[in-house]
């Protein structure tokens, strides 16, 4: 069968599956359709191979619709835009950051780096049909090495666009005539990263790992900017100068990049002690900007000039980095950090008076204490992780560069003694005039109380003079992690409630003196905090109009970073074009002066009805995700659906005090991962129907001249568009023992009764198709809700599905018809011997799990069928004996696990797929 006749016949089924499932409840459209392919699969109609390449032609109108996305995501469709349109250019001041674009290395790296790379560039020139063989075949491995490469080159793209703008802007100002363009460096934008620098609940980066990468990454900014001087070299005798300066810093960087890389404990002092002991390195980035600077406001020729005060702005942003570093930690890894300060634990107890006195007596110590003096030894023998995070902050300012500021950002903060800790320990090691303290709030508890964390923070003088010192507070906000805890909708509302009441705290206590740093980590999906199909979109959603027109207008200026995370944020600066497009919208979207609309949004005027739908949505994903059967939905596979897509564990490393029995003891993007698989985002979608029938006549009429309602439902209903609870249905139907049992009983398979049986059999104490049922009617019943209201406010009808959700579960159907035959596979294999480490059940309880893998490897291992064999060639001794096993053997592994991992490949492949048509993985 062609793939054109495979797909009509499918389009036509499925249509027919859903009038008949209209009428009849009990019939499942995607089940229904899955179905139909195992038929055909079993009676030869269709062939491993059709299925195969009907899998390729839809990967590849996927891919032409992922190629189109990104193309409009970044602005190439629109690359005419002027990026000064509307922006006074004489009061635009580019001595102050407008905003940092954050790479961070989430596991979100799905695509091989090589198809990656041919996406990005068929978005950059908007070519269809550039699909390359096994386009989304899963990553063989990724090491933090690789992530770090992927980051560095989507950094470099970065700052060569951000040089560009700042070219362009400071050309502008000196057309328009302003006598001072030459004054102040631009810094208006800039790029920061934790790629190698993030601790949060993983312990496999060594400080060695951080500290290498760091060195390569000072090579690489050395590089960098001798490249762009040299064009430069002979109109001023001192860029002669620098750009010697440069060369010997670089070759005695790769010097040092060598025996750190080689380190030994033999070799251990003479490594170090060749870079902390060397008198003529280079380290103050600030010296060498401001040289240049001092060049640039010289020298006669004009574009000269502006070329020379554009790579000292980069240097003065970046210093001798790709970017700002930002070190991750945890709020429970400081915490064991300190235990030593007083020898009790400090911040063990949850007691807000025994909290108080503890930060009393911090604050005193950080006045009264003097620094301590660190080595490489002290910093290799530290265990503590906390520790030796801020000791590696200090060994990168006393060695690296001394003047680049580093972020420490600790996550799940809920106590203001967290921040005194840290700030103690930066006082103790001496570098807190270039450490910047955030706190992320991301748990519920966070969320809710950080504007109390902060103000008992501002209590003291310490933290106050601090503040002021940095001229920043910087605080962070995670919609990953906050989806997990409340729901993507009411975590999006609670953090723009937090980021208000913290600019009104710097407004009050701190009379608007310093900049509020605010640092919003999303992902590129709707679960994870992206949204809409443009830039402006994405930065509005994560903060709003209001917020930027209400800090506005208390004086509060705000310096927003966000985050790019892996493989799916890096593809947006993949080419140099994709990259300023990127970054000329970004900047646009940052200096955009709010709407009419916005600034007088009748939600925001109605605060009772605001404030009680948020509550309302926020009690309702908690209560699901305290449900166990949520629970066990999300665990009904495990994370076996899903491709190893970074370097970090799913899991994060479990530490004292840290236990939890909820989907937040799970990471936000295999949480969201394993929804999308299952095909159904119901931290996105689910409950905000029903909070608004707090009021569902009120909604309406707010709805009408709200761009914030709007906002939201928006982002709602473009994730139902994806979503199917018949999906959900049909994967937990696999692990319900009366769907095997029908199958055996209504016999259209013969050959596959034994197997249906046995299925049934294993499976008959099972309750997680149960509990999966359980959720599907809550979800659905809250959809009714959701329907309601749509209709309320003039949407079309959200019930009706379109192409992409018709693709989706097609694939969806194919998979799951795929399962039914590995599963039927698997029982074909024949019994172990008793004497083995496994059993036959073993082997199927991993197939059930969708663990292919694991069980074609046990299979291998039982049946020697990767046992090394000699050839006659190597003894003199003749023979002609046969192993009679080896027939049987050979026949298990062509007819058994030669269709089995066909299958595996494709049910791979199509998670792969899932993940695309979601715009991200997780």
């Known amino acids: 069968m062609t793939v054109k006749h495979l797909k009509a016949d499918l389009l036509d089924r499925l249509d027919a599956f859903r009038k008949q499932g209209k009428h009849v409840s009990d019939i499942n459209p995607i089940l229904a359709l899955a179905d139909e392919i195992s038929e055909k699969l079993y009676k030869g109609q269709i062939s491993q191979d059709e299925v195969n390449d009907f899998l390729a032609h839809m990967g590849s109108e996927l891919w032409d619709q992922q190629t ?36 961070t290395a989430h596991p979100v790296f799905a695509l091989e780096k090589d198809i990656s790379a041919i996406l990005s560039q068929a978005a950059s020139d908007n070519k269809m049909g550039t699909m390359p063989d096994d386009a989304y075949r899963p990553r063989s491995s990724i090491t933090l090495q690789d992530e770090h490469s992927e980051a560095m080159q989507a ?42 620098y993030d601790l949060d609940g993983r312990s496999d980066i060594t400080w060695l790992d951080s500290f290498a990468l760091r060195l390569v990454e000072k090579q690489m900014a050395l590089d960098l900017y001798h490249a ?12 002669a100068g620098l ?16 025996r ?33 600077h001092d060049i640039a406001r010289t020298i006669d020729d004009y574009d000269t000039a502006t070329a020379l005060m554009v790579i000292a702005g980069d240097i003065a942003s970046h210093g001798f980095g790709m970017g700002e570093i930002h070190l991750r930690i945890n709020a429970v890894q400081l915490r064991n950090a300190m235990r030593a300060v007083d020898g009790r634990g400090i911040s063990l107890s949850g007691d807000n008076v025994q909290n108080r006195l503890l930060m009393e007596r911090l604050a005193t110590r950080i006045k009264t204490e003097a620094a301590w003096h660190i080595n490489f030894q002290n910093l290799d023998e530290e265990s503590a992780t906390a520790r030796r995070q801020l000791m590696l902050a200090t060994q990168f300012l006393k060695h690296v560069d001394c003047d680049q500021p580093i972020r420490l950002l600790i996550a799940e903060c809920e106590k203001p003694i967290t921040i005194m800790n840290a700030l103690y320990l930066a006082h103790k090691f001496g570098i807190a005039d270039r450490l910047d303290i955030s706190p992320l709030f991301e748990t519920t508890f966070g969320l809710e109380h950080g504007v109390q964390l ?20 910087a605080m962070q906000t995670g919609f990953s992690d906050a989806g997990r805890f409340i729901g993507q909708i009411a975590a999006n509302l609670a953090i723009e409630r937090l980021q208000l009441k913290i600019a009104q705290l710097i407004k009050d206590r701190l009379d608007g003196d310093v900049d509020l740093l605010m640092f919003n980590t999303h992902g590129e999906s709707f679960g994870r905090g992206c949204a809409g199909p443009r830039i402006a979109d994405r930065q509005n959603f994560i903060l709003t109009p209001h917020t930027r027109a209400r800090c506005n207008e208390m004086g509060v200026r705000i310096h927003h970073q966000s985050s790019f995370q892996g493989g799916d944020g890096y593809r947006m600066f993949g080419s140099p074009a994709l990259a300023q497009s990127t970054i000329n919208h970004l900047f646009a979207a940052e200096t955009a002066q709010p709407s009419s609309a916005w600034q007088h949004d009748s939600f925001y005027q109605n605060n009772d009805f605001a404030l009680d739908m948020f509550l309302a949505l926020k009690a309702w994903h908690e209560k699901l995700f305290s449900d166990p059967s949520y629970v066990t939905l999300l665990d009904i596979f495990g994370i076996n659906l899903l491709p190893k897509t970074g370097s970090r564990p799913a899991k994060r490393v479990v530490q004292v005090g840290m236990g939890r029995q909820d989907p937040s003891k799970m990471r936000a993007i295999p949480h969201n991962a394993i929804l999308q698989q299952l095909g159904f985002l119901a931290n996105v979608i689910s409950g905000f129907g029903s909070a608004a029938q707090i009021d569902a006549d009120q909604f309406a009429e707010l709805y009408e001249s709200s761009p914030r309602l709007q906002q939201l439902l928006a982002h709602v209903l473009a994730a139902k568009e994806l979503g199917s609870l018949n999906t959900v249905l049909a994967y937990a139907k696999l692990l319900d023992n009366g769907f095997w049992i029908d199958r055996g009983y209504h016999g259209y398979q013969p050959r596959n009764l034994r197997a249906y049986r046995k299925l049934g059999f294993m499976l008959n104490d099972d309750r997680r198709t149960r509990a999966a049922r359980q959720i599907v009617w809550r979800l659905r019943d809250d959809l009714i809700d959701l329907y309601r209201l749509s209709k309320l406010v003039g949407v079309d009808d959200v019930r009706i599905s379109g192409d992409e959700r018709v693709s989706l579960d097609m694939i969806h159907a194919v998979r799951i018809a795929l399962i039914i035959d590995s599963l039927a596979l698997i ?28 069980a074609q490897a046990i299979i291998r291992q039982e049946f020697s069928l990767d046992k090394t064999t000699h050839s006659q060639s190597d003894v003199a001794e003749t023979q002609n004996y046969r192993d009679e096993s080896y027939s049987d053997y050979q026949a298990i592994a062509e007819q058994i696990l030669a269709p089995l991992e066909r299958n595996n490949q494709m049910i791979k492949r ?3 797929m899932i993940s695309g048509h979601y715009g991200a993985h997780g």
């Open 910 to 912: 199509i998670t792969q």
């Open 155 to 196: 950094l470099g793209h970065a700052r060569t666009a951000i040089r560009s703008l700042h070219h362009t802007i400071l050309t502008a100002k000196r057309a328009a005539g302003d006598a001072g363009w030459r004054d102040v460096l631009p810094v208006m934008c800039a790029v920061s990263t934790w790629v190698g």
């Open 454 to 473: 902060i103000e008992q923070l501002l209590g003291h003088d310490v933290f106050c003079d601090y503040v002021r010192r940095r001229g920043r507070l």
């Open 827 to 854: 029982c074909r294999v024949p019994r172990f011997a008793e004497s083995t480490r496994h059993s036959n059940e073993d082997v199927l309880r991993q197939a059930l799990s969708l663990d292919f893998d694991e």
């Open 68 to 103: 189109t996305r990104l193309h409009v995501k970044t602005g190439r469709d629109n690359d005419d835009i002027n990026v000064l349109d509307g922006v006074d250019i004489n009061a635009l001041d580019v001595g102050k950051p407008v905003y940092h674009a954050v790479f």
């Open 228 to 239: 762009e001087l040299s064009a430069h070299g002979e109109a001023h005798p001192d860029v």
């Open 243 to 258: 750009l010697a300066e440069l060369a010997a810093e670089n070759e005695a960087t790769q010097a040092d990049i060598k």
């Open 260 to 292: 750190f890389s080689d380190l030994t404990e033999a070799s251990f002092a003479h490594a170090v002690d060749s870079l902390s002991e060397r008198t003529n390195k280079l380290i103050s980035s600030r010296d060498v900007a401001t040289r240049l």
